[in-house]
């Protein structure tokens, strides 16, 4: 079992900028791959980022390229999703995932065994 703890959401005006935290405990070996994913109001999870174990490959939808970041520290157990340039549309629930996926199903959120409870990150135009 792998343990999920999200932090760092809050509300921030249209520009401005949060870090997410992704705390990891359990089993996280097993979990090489840590996804970020969010879900607004009446709106399906969607895909963020994702990173491997090594940081090598760091997937981003292309809503969000250029603005937000995605990183890890493995000693710490911990990602991180770096959000600047904030507009209102990433107004959103934000998980965080961890799984085994390979490269291919990186965005696919039904190839992510564990999940946390998600933060709330609101952008106000």
């Known amino acids: 079992q792998v343990q999920l703890v999200e932090s760092g959401g809050g509300l921030v005006q249209a520009g401005g900028s949060l870090r997410l935290s992704c705390a990891a405990s359990?089993?996280?070996?097993?979990?090489?791959?840590m996804g970020w994913f969010r879900q607004a109001p009446g709106k399906e999870r969607d895909f963020v980022a994702a990173?491997?174990?090594?940081?090598?490959?760091?997937p981003y939808a292309d809503s969000v390229k250029g603005r937000f970041t995605i990183s890890r520290d493995n000693a710490k157990n911990t990602v991180y999703l770096q959000m600047n340039s904030l507009k209102p549309e990433d107004t959103a629930v934000y998980y965080c995932?961890?799984?085994?996926?390979?490269?291919?199903?990186?965005?696919?959120?039904?190839?992510?065994?564990?999940w946390g409870q998600g933060t709330q990150v609101t952008v106000s135009s």
């Open positions: 995932a961890a799984g085994s996926p390979t490269y291919y199903y990186y965005t696919n959120a039904n190839k992510y065994g564990y």
């Open positions: 990173i491997n174990w090594s940081g090598g490959l760091t």
């Open positions: 359990g089993r996280t070996g097993s979990s090489t791959v």
